[in-house]
């Protein structure tokens, strides 16, 4: 609520302050960070002069708030727009509001654009070096960018925990296949085989054919019927101005198969392997982005995003078919699936990923969050690939991948693992363009 009242509180300054006016306020850092604030953020830049926005972590500074409390101190000049602020974040001192501009930086409008350029979260920002690293960051596209010919990210939850209760049993004699939690995957690892801190799998879920009432399947096919009819009618020349998508659709499946649309036409993501990454983490983690490859029939909690591993792109001729699969072709190849995983769990993308969280990846935070996307005949492509997936692809669930991908070697060594995540690091360094010093910039960050 008092998060609300800021937000309402900075929207009424503008309007309170005469034209040329001077503001300072001390504000939550949920203003800058969240997208909640974002038509907040846009006028700042483009219709008052910010001098300068300061971060603070509440170490003794006010009594009452707890100390990891994270706030800024914005001063602004209500007129013109903002080219550049001086700014710096995650403060203990006060004292350096002595002298502002001596312990601050130049922060360019540019890439407080580039940064979140839909949401437009502002960049958490602690030294000079650090900005010179995000600006070269943000020259490449965000994951969520839609680019014709490369590989695309659209990720999203499959099921949660209490609303679909009723679809996972604690119970392993009962359940046919897992449903995985955050806990249960580590980067490259979807399984405790590798590393100890993985926990056991709790959860538990039917197939459709055993009881289609409790079945974790039936009800992700039921969630994503409404993405399969959008996509049809779409593609077909559905008119919102006349009749419904139901029954648009219906009509069109009828004409060419005889029977509308149905939820056995959803092609599940589980039927393949597919990229998950945690939604849960902490920026002062270890690593904060955490991904890896799944083998099929798994299904995952809220606390995992799963990225789609099918695009629905129906032609003329699917709309005969029954189940309507043929219309979902693959959003990656192979090799592309594993490059993705490589970039995803690197040091650079974890980099720019801990200036955006606190604790949680939403959706928006992942599909702004900006990585080279690599295909077939880019430099560092191969090479980031192929190490991968041997990192990704062990055991037996993934003897079928190893074999489409040519029969790369799994590698289960610890020490052996860890030269290998390192050479993928040392190639993503390059594949952002980051030179030597931002790359000891960045390694001396962790």
């Not at 965000?142 to 680019?147: A, F, L, T, Y």
């Not at 692809?393 to 590698?411: I, T």
């Amino acid at each position: 609520m008092a998060n609300n009242l800021a937000a309402l509180f900075l929207e009424r300054i503008y309007d309170l302050v005469h034209d040329g006016g001077y503001v300072a306020q001390v504000l939550p850092d949920i203003i800058f960070n969240n997208a909640m604030g974002k038509d907040l953020r846009m006028h700042l830049l483009n219709n008052t002069s910010v001098q300068s926005l300061v971060g603070f972590e509440n170490k003794g500074i006010f009594d009452g708030l707890h100390d990891q409390y994270v706030f800024r101190l914005l001063t602004f000049q209500n007129t013109g727009e903002t080219d550049y602020l001086n700014g710096i974040s995650r403060q203990h001192d006060v004292s350096i509001l002595n002298n502002i501009e001596e312990h601050t930086f130049k922060i360019p409008k540019e890439v407080l654009a580039e940064y979140s350029p839909e949401v437009r979260l502002f960049p958490i920002i602690r030294t000079e070096e650090e900005l010179g690293v995000i600006s070269n960051v943000v020259q490449h596209p965000s994951v969520g960018d839609r680019i014709d010919g490369a590989w695309n990210s659209d990720p999203y939850y499959e099921i949660k925990k209490g609303p679909d209760n009723d679809r996972i049993t604690d119970s392993k004699d009962i359940g046919e296949y897992p449903v995985y939690q955050g806990k249960n995957i580590y980067q490259f690892i979807h399984d405790d085989s590798i590393l100890d801190d993985i926990e056991d799998i709790e959860y538990w879920s039917v197939e459709d054919d055993t009881d289609t009432v409790k079945s974790a399947k039936q009800r992700v096919r039921e969630k994503n019927l409404g993405n399969l009819k959008r996509s049809l009618y779409y593609a077909f020349g559905g008119d919102e101005t006349s009749q419904s998508q139901v029954q648009f659709v219906d009509d069109l499946l009828k004409k060419h198969r005889g029977e509308p649309l149905s939820e056995d036409d959803v092609k599940l993501d589980c039927t393949d392997y597919r990229i998950i990454y945690r939604f849960i983490t902490n920026a002062t983690n270890e690593r904060t982005f955490i991904a890896t490859v799944i083998p099929p029939s798994i299904i995952n909690l809220h606390s995992i995003y799963t990225i789609r591993p099918f695009e629905i792109n129906p032609s003329k001729d699917d709309l005969a078919e029954s189940p309507l699969w043929p219309a979902y072709e693959p959003a990656f190849t192979d090799e592309e699936m594993m490059a993705a995983t490589g970039l995803l769990n690197s040091i650079p993308f974890d980099f720019i990923m801990r200036t955006k969280v606190n604790k949680e990846i939403y959706q928006y935070t992942f599909k702004e969050t900006q990585v080279p996307r690599l295909t077939a005949g880019d430099e560092w492509f191969d090479y980031i690939w192929t190490r991968a997936a041997r990192l990704n692809c062990y055991g037996e669930e993934f003897a079928d991948l190893r074999e489409r991908l040519g029969g790369v070697e799994p590698v289960t060594n610890v020490d052996e693992r860890q030269e290998l995540q390192a050479e993928i690091d040392a190639a993503a360094f390059h594949a952002y363009g980051l030179n030597a010093a931002e790359t000891e910039f960045v390694l001396d960050d962790l």
